[in-house]
């Protein structure tokens, strides 16, 4: 009995880790250099942010911050995205393959 509680106790952590990763189109490791991030992007990063402001329904004037990156091992366009009236920035995640967001947060509420 004890044994099982334990690969459950073990097992959740693993799952919620799981449960954050990304899905994408280009598989990529933080020991690349940016060339070679660059080389394998088939998104161009003003299309990404576009892409980005859009789906905050943000105005194109609006401060961003952040580019190509890579994340949970993909390879992402990851912007900051500053939006009037609020005081922290959402983060939005667009797939440097297919141009297709990945994951939007908005801040955490106070």
Known sequence: MK??????????????????SLECSIKASKRMSPAELTGLAKVKEVDARKTALASLKAPQAANTY???GVEDGCLVYAFDIKMPGKRDPDEVIVDAGTGEIL????????
Request: hydrophobic letters at 65%; charged letters at 15%; proline letters at 7%.
């Open 66 to 68: 952040g580019g190509l």
């Open 103 to 110: 994951k939007r947060k908005a801040p955490a509420a106070k």
């Open 3 to 20: 044994s099982i509680a334990w690969a459950i106790a073990l097992a959740l952590p693993l799952a919620a880790a799981a449960a954050d």
